[in-house]
């Protein structure tokens, strides 16, 4: 199979190469004035193998999108991919896989010592009881256990 390049750039990745976890530079934009911003995709999962719970991956998003800006002022959003196993990070600022290992590292610690998750409720979420800070933070040690392979994106 082999389809015209598409315009988003995870379209182009071939998911039955890569090894997950990892954490790599997937995009990078010269906005209109000249600033940079930064899009790293952050796999959790492998790609049609396994994937994360719906629970788990909404729970980690507001654990890390709130725990994150204690870290760094560069961070812009982390969303979830639609396919549940990982998230785009998307921060202000040239690549820097090292300093975003570091902050992943860091926020998912961070995880781990919470008590609840962020925002949980019918107010400030449109979806307040689909939490579970138990399956984020399994999620968040099992990704954190292998730290050791994140910078390294194919088998």
């Known amino acids: 199979m082999n389809p015209a ?3 988003v750039e995870s379209f182009n990745l071939d998911h039955r190469t890569v090894a997950a976890p990892y ?3 997937a995009d990078r934009k010269v906005l209109p004035l ?3 911003i930064t899009k790293y995709d952050v796999r959790f999962t492998q ?3 396994a994937h994360l719970g719906m629970k788990a991956i909404h729970s980690l998003e507001h654990l890390f999108a709130e725990s994150s ?3 760094s002022q560069a961070v812009i959003d982390f969303s979830p991919m639609g396919c549940q196993t990982g998230y785009y990070l998307i921060l202000a600022g040239e690549p820097d896989i090292a300093g975003v290992v570091d902050l992943i590292e860091a926020t998912l610690s961070d995880v781990l010592k919470a008590t609840e998750v962020p925002a949980a409720n019918e107010v400030q979420c ?3 009881e689909n939490h579970s800070l ?3 933070q399994d999620a968040a040690r099992a990704f954190l256990a292998q730290r050791a392979v994140w910078e390294q994106v194919s088998a």
């Open 47 to 49: 790609p049609n193998v």
């Open 126 to 128: 449109g979806w307040g």
């Open 69 to 71: 800006r204690n870290h």
């Open 34 to 36: 000249g600033d940079v």
């Open 134 to 136: 138990d399956a984020a």
């Open 23 to 25: 954490v790599r530079v």
């Open 5 to 7: 390049r598409m315009n």
